[in-house]
């Protein structure tokens, strides 16, 4: 079974701290995404990464990073947290190539900026 | 550009009743079309997809969802619900190219009343 597992489902992090969300997938996929959720907004693209090493911005990076180091692995940072990145983290792949841009997501981050 | 309306924030239907979610959507080609379920604090998980071929699809948990290119349209049905299927429902339209990043509607929350 694929599956995508995000290192943890509950965070709380004190403003200004840096924080690291990580997230790994087993599937060999080619590409990798992060999103946050928001009532009322959906989902909104923050990175994403199609290749080690390579990534491009979403619709609202700013206040974010992320690092692709191994294929498996792609992790986004909070470089100074604040009370307005409060929200559900989710972190998606893709492999187009095995038949379309089918998204396999985990199970979701919700961090809480104190 | 992509995008999804999802015009319904909310629905509420009784158990046993019949249910549809509509979708819009907009794109320059023929598209992936998407629909995902998320039960509260979970992630999303797909329950089905169309890209070609025959316009009535199949998904998993008994709902289907029929494509209708003249109405730019990919409406989610299910002929009788169960209370286990309150949960949020995206859909979502992607495509093969761009890291098969998907664009995804706002959602739409459905109660099911005893």
């Known amino acids: 079974d694929v599956k995508v597992t995000q290192s943890s489902r509950y965070l709380v992090k004190r403003t200004g701290e840096k924080v690291f969300l990580e997230c790994v997938q087993d599937m060999d996929h080619e590409n990798m995404f992060w999103y946050r959720q928001d009532p009322g907004l959906g989902l909104r693209l923050i990175y994403f990464s199609y290749d080690v090493k390579m990534k491009e911005k979403g619709d609202i990076p700013e206040g974010y990073s992320v690092s692709r180091e191994k294929k498996e692995r792609f992790s986004l940072i909070l470089e100074s947290a604040s009370t307005n990145q409060t929200s559900m983290y989710l972190c998606?792949?893709?492999?187009?190539?095995?038949?379309?841009?089918?998204?396999?997501f985990g199970q979701g981050t919700r961090l809480t900026v104190v | 550009a992509q995008s999804v309306t999802q015009p319904d924030i909310h629905i509420t239907v009784s158990e046993g009743a019949s249910l549809e979610l509509r979708c819009n959507y907009s794109?320059?080609?023929?598209?992936?079309l998407f629909w995902y379920v998320q039960s509260p604090g979970q992630g999303l998980q797909l329950l089905l997809k169309?890209?070609?071929?025959?316009?009535l699809v199949q998904g998993i948990k008994g709902f289907e969802a029929e494509f209708k290119r003249s109405q730019s349209s990919f409406n989610l049905r299910k002929p009788s619900v169960h209370w286990s299927d309150a949960a949020e429902y995206f859909c979502?339209?992607?495509?093969?190219?761009?890291?098969?990043?998907?664009?995804f509607g706002d959602g739409t929350t459905l109660t099911v009343k005893p």
């Open positions: 979502a339209v992607g495509a093969n190219t761009n890291a098969g990043k998907s664009t």
């Open positions: 794109y320059g080609a023929t598209p992936y």
């Open positions: 998606a792949s893709t492999n187009p190539g095995q038949g379309g841009p089918e998204a396999f």
């Open positions: 169309y890209f070609s071929g025959d316009t």
